[in-house]
């Protein structure tokens, strides 16, 4: 099988998720409220994948799989999933929520810290999508890597977003939050033991 089919049947299962969601649309599986759980579903696997890429690095280090892809490759469909699913969440939000209206988008921002800092989440996610080719890798060379650091600050940014969003019921956000520690001290220990 070649790479390029190997790289488009990663990015069919991580279509997944979206058909799935498109397929409840259609049949009104929604629930009471449809937004929220278009807003909510999209949300959390925007974090699935931030935390899924977040773990290959880990992974290849510490277990040493064999990928049927280049495992830079794989990072890279994972990351612009997680920049889909979040567009697809910020689109929801701005269409139904705010009714495409820019000075409500605004107003909400100014006004509500947890909305603040999703946006801030998504404009940090924006500059890894663009650059994540090839041929910003060599274009950027060092500053690449520094620029694709971003992605802790915005997985902690998107979890806090979370938690702050639910207030009471922090488990979720909590286990999340876990998950993301485990990754940071993994990635720690690794350097520790290069040293």
């Not at 278009?38 to 931030?50: K, Q």
């Not at 794989?74 to 969440?89: C, D, Q, W």
């Not at 876990?178 to 720690?188: G, I, Y």
Request: proline content about 5%; overall charge positive; aromatic content about 12%.
């Amino acid at each position: 099988m070649s790479q390029a089919l190997k790289i488009t049947l990663l990015s069919l299962i991580c279509s997944v998720p979206a058909i799935s969601l498109i397929h409840r649309l259609f049949t009104d599986q929604l629930g009471a409220n449809p937004v929220e759980t278009l807003e909510h579903f999209s949300g959390d696997w925007t974090i699935y994948f931030l935390l899924l890429t977040l773990s290959i690095s880990p992974l290849q280090y510490y277990f040493r799989p064999r990928w049927p892809i280049p495992m830079h490759l794989v990072r890279r469909v994972l990351g612009l999933s997680a920049f889909a699913y979040a567009l697809i969440h910020l689109s929801v939000y701005f269409a139904f929520d705010m009714g495409l209206s820019f000075n409500d988008t605004l107003v909400d921002i100014a006004e509500r810290p947890f909305i603040l800092i999703g946006m801030l989440a998504f404009l940090i996610l924006i500059p890894l999508a663009v650059t994540s080719t090839s041929g910003w890798q060599r274009r950027l060379k060092r500053r690449w890597s520094q620029l694709h650091k971003l992605i802790y600050l915005l997985t902690f940014l998107g979890i806090l977003h979370y938690a702050l969003l639910v207030k009471a019921d922090l488990f979720q956000p909590l286990a999340y939050l876990s998950l993301f520690a485990a990754l940071m001290l993994a990635r720690q220990l690794k350097g520790l033991k290069r040293n």
